[in-house]
């Protein structure tokens, strides 16, 4: 390999190293910061109380949750936020109890100011099929720009992965050809 080309090669592998890296940095700093949640969680799409349903997870019709309603911004602990059609989610916020849920009050009451969680989950039996009614993904609307925000993010990153490998096969000189499919 010539000295130019093997220079050439070195400086390729740092430059995607270093935006591989970068890109790698960019999407553990959206997930652990919460926005990527954000994007998912993003709207109530049904009246009610936006919940965090691990505040309540351990509820039972004999030990029941109270959640406090509040309104804030974030929730921290056992709250419900109430929230109309279309209202942006609190931080934390894992799904939506619609005002019909609480109505009924078999599932989840309001009493004095708090929403009282008695049956956090729920098996329900439906035309043959049985599955686990939980509160979690319930009554909310994702951020349509998510998804797209979501396919660059994780292109970029096949993209960075894929041509730091071709630069390291430089650098040690491999030269890969191409498969040939001719019948």
């Not at 969680?117 to 099929?129: A, F, R």
């Not at 599955?131 to 660059?152: D, H, M």
């Not at 292109?155 to 001719?182: N, P, Q, R, W, Y």
């Amino acid at each position: 390999m010539q000295k130019n080309s093997r220079v050439r090669a070195f400086v390729k592998l740092g430059f995607w190293t270093v935006a591989t890296a970068l890109v790698f940095a960019f999407a553990i700093y959206t997930y652990s910061s919460g926005q990527m949640a954000s994007m998912y969680f993003h709207k109530a799409k049904a009246n009610g109380y936006a919940i965090n349903e691990r505040s309540f997870a351990n509820a039972t019709v004999e030990n029941p949750v109270a959640l406090k309603v509040e309104n804030v911004s974030e929730i921290t602990g056992p709250q419900a936020v109430p929230v109309k059609q279309g209202d942006v989610l609190p931080k934390n916020a894992t799904g939506v109890i619609d005002e019909g849920v609480v109505k009924e009050a078999r599932r989840v009451a309001l009493e004095n100011g708090q929403l009282k969680v008695m049956i956090p989950t729920e098996v329900v039996s439906s035309k043959g099929l049985t599955t686990i009614e939980t509160f979690r993904l319930k009554n909310i609307e994702t951020n349509p720009a998510g998804g797209v925000w979501n396919l660059l993010v994780v292109m970029s990153m096949g993209l960075c992965l894929g041509l730091l490998a071709e630069s390291f096969t430089d650098v040690l000189g491999i030269k890969v050809s191409k498969a040939s499919h001719a019948h």
